[in-house]
């Protein structure tokens, strides 16, 4: 009885999470349809397949807190809420360990290409562009819910209040206007972009020594490895993370320096190997292992060398979900918070676990319909303006 429970309640998971990747790719194929997003009809090239994944990253985020916040909401017991369903709590946390690939792949492979070439005033403004209009954006709607659920009170000093909005800029969190569960307004979900921005950073130091000894980034990458296993922590940030950048700065060397080796990556059969090496770490039970970074490093290689998985990752649904991505990333925390946990239009505290997740896929279409707004108003006009200066900055 056990097993067969255990099997129904799995293929029922698994349902809802195709059921929710099927709604959110169908409202994608609508928002398609958008002349403001009419550019998107012809993108193509080598890393359509990277694009095109990003998506479905971030829904797998949202996916992993639409399931915590059941267990927020009926588990909390003043400690550290952890999601049982290993489905659940896997698909949240490879998802972000991919984005992390995604982000050393692009910028190793740009160091190996010789794109950078001191120019890095252009990277910066490029990536403030990229990430900060929408991050400060949430930041906003983060003091705002604050500010209604403080009663509108000022809880600290006008400085210690100023100095918690800074800190939250700096990508480091914490408490707003004594509020707990300020990191809950959106899920806690800025933490993977301190890293981001640690690696953005270290850039100028990597093109440096790749120029100094062609075999430094290969050295470094092979020292994340005992940095995974024994992590340091401290100052904010974890060793461990370090190795999923050096995944993708292994990928960047395939594109870059081993392109015979990239027509057999794309190959049906490395497809169906790539699929089953991401469903069995979604479905692993430690994510500390290097077993569990093999399996995602054999999904997201072929990804990176323009494997599209049978054509799904290089479809307008796909394409789409990939250009909202960061919207999708920065916004679901909000909307889930504020529908189920702050204001609950659903109700979630005492309904059953499997109740809750029919829910799921409805949600999703709402995130990618409400992503997709502050993509166009917020993420793509602010984007163009910093490579208009950019470009303003380079005559």
């Not at 070439?117 to 604050?146: A, D, Q």
């Not at 190959?267 to 500390?288: I, P, Q, R, T």
């Not at 909307?335 to 109700?347: D, I, R, T």
Request: net charge positive; hydrophobic share 55%; aromatic share 18%.
């Amino acid at each position: 009885m056990g097993a067969d429970s255990f099997n129904f309640h799995l293929l029922y998971y698994v349902a809802l999470v195709l059921a929710t990747y099927l709604v959110s790719a169908a409202v994608a194929w609508f928002v398609g349809k958008l002349p403001a997003l009419a550019y998107l009809k012809g993108r193509a090239g080598r890393f359509t397949a990277l694009d095109g994944v990003r998506g479905y990253l971030a829904l797998g985020v949202f996916i992993h807190h639409f399931v915590f916040s059941w267990y927020w909401l009926n588990k909390n017991d003043g400690g550290a809420t952890r999601i049982l369903e290993p489905l659940f709590f896997n698909i949240g946390r490879v998802s972000v360990l991919i984005f992390f690939m995604i982000t050393g792949f692009l910028f190793i492979r740009r160091i190996l290409a010789g794109y950078y070439h001191g120019n890095w005033k252009s990277l910066y403004v490029s990536r403030f562009f990229r990430i900060y209009p929408l991050f400060i954006f949430v930041v906003i709607c983060i003091s705002l819910v604050v500010a209604v659920k403080t009663g509108f009170t000022l809880e600290v000093s006008i400085v210690k209040w100023a100095l918690q909005h800074v800190k939250w800029l700096l990508l480091l969190g914490g408490q707003i206007n004594n509020f707990a569960d300020t990191w809950l307004v959106i899920f806690g979900v800025y933490w993977t972009l301190k890293y981001e921005w640690a690696f953005y950073l270290s850039i100028p130091l990597l093109a440096l020594l790749f120029r100094l000894n062609r075999y430094a980034l290969a050295i470094l990458a092979i020292l994340t490895i005992p940095l995974f296993l024994y992590p340091l922590q401290g100052m904010y940030f974890s060793s461990e993370y370090l190795i999923y950048f050096a995944v993708g700065g292994v990928a960047a060397y395939l594109v870059e320096k081993q392109p015979a080796i990239t027509q057999y990556l794309e190959s049906w059969m490395v497809s169906v190997f790539a699929l089953a090496a991401v469903l069995l770490v979604l479905n692993l039970g430690d994510e500390s292992t290097l077993t569990y970074t093999i399996l995602i490093a054999l999904f997201f290689v072929p990804i990176a060398n323009g494997n599209d998985l049978f054509r799904l990752l290089a479809r307008k649904c796909s394409i789409v979900l990939g250009e909202i991505s960061y919207s999708i990333y920065l916004m679901h925390g909000l909307l889930l918070y504020l529908l189920l946990v702050g204001w609950p239009v659903l109700p979630v505290k005492d309904v059953p676990f499997n109740e809750h997740l029919i829910w799921m896929p409805v949600f999703s279409g709402l995130v990618v319909l409400v992503s997709s707004l502050t993509f166009l108003f917020i993420e793509k006009p602010l984007i163009h303006y910093g490579k208009r200066l950019i470009r303003s900055n380079e005559k």
